[in-house]
């Protein structure tokens, strides 16, 4: 099922690429390390080939619209008659939490709507590499191979079939709109929306006293080592100069103190509030483990208990940190 | 800035450290108004004037925090009076956020407070910064946020 879901989407790349709709295919390709695929990049036909999709393509591509050098002719300090001659039709393969990210960029003028187009794929959810490890006890994994509800996971010495629900991410076992909001062509089956609640997770910290939820979140941050690859996973943390890295002033101490650390994840998931599509590219990105999760949930469920929005899903809203309402609750202030 | 980091948690009199965000417009003139009618109100805080409430970013908040402030208040002019006709609309939206937040990870609700006071309101005024202060010594000296250098 797998590889025809992978001949179709090679299928549409190559179309759209000869019939010059895009200039450039955003899309996974085969990493040299098992249980990992990289994105690639595709401006010729022959090499449409080296696409794939499966269970291991985990970064949110909508992050290349924003950080890559297709993205340098938007730059405002570039000529603007140069720009558009640059302008580049770009394509690019979207999961669910893509397309949200992809929305949440045209909303906010990133991108241009007219220059994407979304080919928009059916995610039933993806790898979570901490899960498999911590469950196969951190053994080198060599092959794998995905049945109905299974994954065969081969090494020098074992072989072990692992229970799909398992070994997924937590932010695809709680999605709650697993298919593209958004898309120019769709490939493979619209998946059906019966899924978990999506903050079932929370509600177990959500009733820890103020002390205990402080010291869960002293244990998680102080895992950080303040490598940034939460940032740059992140689709929309695309300003051009992070405040974290200001010097004059100087808002963030550079060590890994504590509060510093934990005031930039702060101030990040406040800077994202209302537009973090929960796509959980932070948390993957994290080589220490730090679980932010909660932080961003937190976040989108107030956004849409207060000002009825959740981000990613229409063209035609407003972000809600941008706008107001004049009967905004305010039974907090004074 | 060090005399705000380590608080006197051992002395017995020990009294709180509050900074109070007032907008230009209202709070701040609220807060003079107070001062001209002599109105008795708690010396703990210490006041920020900014240009309206919507100039505050959240960041702020978070630095007084960090650098041992024991209390942060941030008022404002009432909906529909903003000098700048919106700019606490959009305030409220930041606020409603950051508070939320603040109080998921564990800081207490009292430390970090907001208010609407209007240029004619010195009593209200009085009666806000006394709820900070007593609401910020029930809870102690801040402990969490604070740097440790």
């Not at chain 1, 022959?46 to 297709?70: E, G, H, P, R, W």
């Not at chain 1, 300003?239 to 890295?245: A, G, K, L, S, W």
């Not at chain 2, 109105?39 to 210490?46: F, L």
Request: with cysteine; glycine share 6%.
């Amino acid at each position: 099922m797998m590889r025809s879901l992978e001949n179709e989407l090679k299928e549409c790349a190559r179309k759209l690429l000869t019939e010059k709709k895009v200039d450039l295919i955003i899309g996974y390709s085969k990493s040299p390390l098992p249980l990992r695929s990289t994105p690639c990049f595709i401006r010729e036909e022959k090499d449409v080939d080296s696409l794939i999709f499966d269970l291991t393509c985990s970064n949110n591509l909508a992050t290349y619209l924003q950080k890559s050098k297709c993205a340098e002719h938007r730059k405002p300090n570039t000529d603007p008659t140069v720009r558009m001659e640059n302008r580049c039709k770009i394509g690019i393969i979207a999961k669910a939490c893509d397309a949200r990210s992809i929305v949440q960029l045209i909303l906010e003028k990133q991108v241009k709507k007219e220059d994407i187009t979304v080919i928009g794929i059916a995610c039933t959810g993806i790898l979570d590499l901490k899960k498999v490890s911590d469950r196969l006890n951190g053994k080198e994994i060599l092959n794998y191979n995905p049945q109905d509800d299974e994954v065969l996971f081969e090494g020098k010495d074992f072989k072990k079939a692992l229970k799909l629900s398992d070994i997924l991410c937590d932010s695809c076992k709680t999605c709650l709109n697993p298919d593209p909001s958004v898309y120019d062509s769709f490939i493979g089956e619209p998946v059906s929306g019966a899924k978990t609640e999506k903050q079932e997770p929370m509600t177990e910290l959500e009733n820890l006293s103020f002390g205990e939820r402080w010291e869960y979140f002293e244990h998680e941050i102080s895992k950080c080592i303040r490598c940034y690859a939460c940032r740059n996973a992140c689709p929309l943390c695309y300003c051009e100069e992070c405040v974290v890295d200001r010097t004059n002033p100087q808002w963030f101490g550079k060590s890994t103190e504590f509060s510093d650390t934990f005031t930039f994840h702060i101030t990040r998931m406040l800077d994202t509030a209302g537009r973090c599509v929960g796509c959980g590219a932070c948390i993957r990105a994290c080589p220490t483990h730090v679980d932010l999760a909660p932080l961003g949930i937190k976040i989108e469920k107030e956004i849409k208990e207060r000002f009825g929005y959740t981000a990613g899903l229409s063209l035609d809203a407003t972000p809600p940190m941008a706008t107001f309402n004049e009967d905004d609750k305010e039974e907090f202030i004074m | 800035m060090s005399e705000h980091r380590k608080p006197n948690t051992e002395h017995r009199n020990w009294q709180p450290k509050i900074i109070a965000f007032l907008c230009n417009w209202c709070s701040y003139a609220g807060a003079d108004l107070a001062g001209v009618s002599r109105i008795q109100y708690p010396p703990n805080i210490r006041v920020i004037r900014v240009p309206c409430s919507g100039r505050i970013n959240p960041i702020f908040v978070l630095k007084c925090l960090q650098n041992g402030f024991d209390g942060v208040l941030v008022s404002g002019c009432y909906p529909g009076d903003c000098h700048y006709i919106s700019g606490n609309y959009y305030a409220r939206r930041k606020f409603a956020i950051l508070k939320t937040l603040l109080e998921f990870i564990g800081i207490e609700p009292g430390r970090v407070q907001f208010s609407w006071v209007s240029a004619g309101e010195g009593e209200k005024f009085a009666q806000v910064v006394k709820k900070v202060t007593d609401d910020v010594k029930k809870l102690g000296p801040a402990k969490r946020f604070v740097k440790r250098v």
